[in-house]
């Protein structure tokens, strides 16, 4: 093991240290579960950062990647193979209606961009509006429209011109109910098109339906209505980012689903082809067919094993979607039980299977240091758990889509009780459980 992490830090850069603090040495994943190669086994509730929604090594797909792997795994937009077809009928098989064509790509980050480029080149219009706290990736032009921690941006000025942030509901951060919240945000956005610029020059909005690593907030359907509705006004795209949202996490394939919305731009990946890197922009063939040849491409993406596994997820998440809200209801209920009893749990909020538990100081403040001893503790108690948000400090709660609930009870019980150790050390949550 200290071979390992030795050998890891000697050849791997540190940049995305973070996941690596923990020193898991994974050698084994079947279900909920990894086992280390200690033995010890943990529960998985990081899920590969909201992706494995099924769990580790699905049997259905397992067995259509292995046997696409014995026929041809790379194309590189050479020649025709099915398994990129039987993916994308089956993804636009349950996008929102209307949504009928897909180009598939290999990360979120670089479908957000080709999302962009679409937006301009058909509008003809160079104006973004993202949305703070927002995350939507890493490189240059994706980390332009990241806003949900500024370390994701520092040293990396200048970014893209004409883009502009404006606020996103954040209920419990602001002190406000989800009404005022929608309305402040909203009154924003109307300040920003009477002072900053018109929204004849915007070609797109950039939005998330419930924001993930900016801390999993919700933004309400009606929210995203009013957006809808303004977007509508203006010949302005609506490009709805469910990357993380997406494919059963919320309760229907997507969040878009949930809130009855009509986007004009899906961008998706993570759990689309339950960690095999896939990604892809879904829109009406209204759309993408103005997105003429050469206008965009890629050597990687829609790779015959991704897309393989990508049309088997499909089949694998339909009988287990509908068991969502039951899980859902009963992890809301728990966490809401437990916000009772311990003073550090400031806000419980989510949909679905994506549940955000914040975690505060003695005076109701974002606690920084907070998740650093939570998880810690989940971590030896053999649950891992990841966190989200500008402060660090939100319990990113996504067990995977199909967790019995069993598992689902354990996990809870090790958060609950690493954060009844975090209170009592900590000392200042007088009266804590
Ligand atoms: C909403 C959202 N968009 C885009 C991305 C970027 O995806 P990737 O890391 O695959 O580039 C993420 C990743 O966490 C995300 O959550």
Redesign the pocket.
């Known amino acids: 093991m200290a071979d390992l992490q030795h050998r890891f830090h000697s050849v791997i850069a540190p940049v995305i240290s973070a996941a690596h603090d923990y020193d898991v040495h994974i050698v084994d994943g079947k279900g909920s579960w990894v086992t280390a190669a200690s033995g010890k086994q943990y529960l998985d509730f990081a899920c590969g ?2 992706t494995t929604n099924l769990g580790h090594r699905p049997d259905d797909v397992v067995a259509a990647a292995q046997a696409q792997l014995n026929k041809v795994w790379h194309a590189g937009g050479s020649f025709l193979y099915e398994s990129i077809v039987e993916a994308g009928e089956a993804i636009v098989s349950v996008a929102p209606e209307g949504l009928d064509k897909v180009f598939f790509m ?7 961009e080709a999302a962009m480029k679409l937006a301009r080149k058909v509008t003809g219009r160079q104006g973004i509006i993202t949305f703070r706290g ?6 240059m032009g ?1 980390v332009t429209y ?1 806003t949900s921690k500024a370390k994701y941006r520092e040293g990396y000025h200048p970014l893209l011109p004409s883009t502009f942030v404006t606020p996103y509901p954040h209920p419990f951060g602001w002190g406000m109910s989800q009404e005022e919240a929608n309305a402040y945000a909203l009154r924003e956005l109307e300040m920003k098109f009477k002072y900053e610029v018109t929204p004849g020059e915007i070609a797109a909005f950039l939005v ?1 339906p419930m ?3 900016g801390g999993y907030y919700p933004g309400s359907k009606e929210f995203m209505h009013a957006l809808r509705a303004i977007a509508d006004a203006h010949d302005i795209l609506l490009v709805v ?5 997406g494919f059963g996490r919320t309760g229907d394939w997507f969040t878009s689903q949930v809130y009855d919305l009509r986007p004009d731009v899906l ?1 998706v ?2 759990a689309i082809a339950n960690g095999l ?1 896939l ?1 892809g922009v879904i829109a009406s063939s209204r759309l993408l067919d103005q997105w003429g040849p050469g206008s965009h491409g890629t050597t990687f993406g829609g790779n015959p094993v991704s897309c393989a596994a990508a049309a088997a997820v499909v089949q694998a998440l339909k009988p287990v979607i509908p068991g969502v809200p039951e899980r859902s209801e009963h992890a809301f209920a728990r966490w809401n039980e437990l916000k009772a009893d311990h003073p550090s749990i400031g806000d419980v909020r989510g949909l679905g299977l994506m549940i955000g538990i914040e975690l505060v100081d003695p005076n109701g403040k974002p606690d920084p240091a907070a998740f650093g001893s939570v998880g810690r503790a989940a971590l030896d108690a053999g649950l891992l758990i990841l966190n989200c948000g500008p402060d660090s400090n939100v319990i990113r709660f996504i067990p995977p889509l199909n967790v019995t609930m069993e598992d689902l009870d354990a996990g809870i019980d090790i958060l609950a009780s690493a954060i009844t150790t975090h209170e009592r050390s900590s000392g200042a949550f007088n009266g804590a459980s």
């Open positions: 950062i909201a290999n990360a979120g980050a670089e479908s957000v927002g995350f939507h990736g890493r490189t994706a990241t998330e924001q993930g690593e980012d469910e990357v993380q949202t961008v990946g993570k890197p990604s």
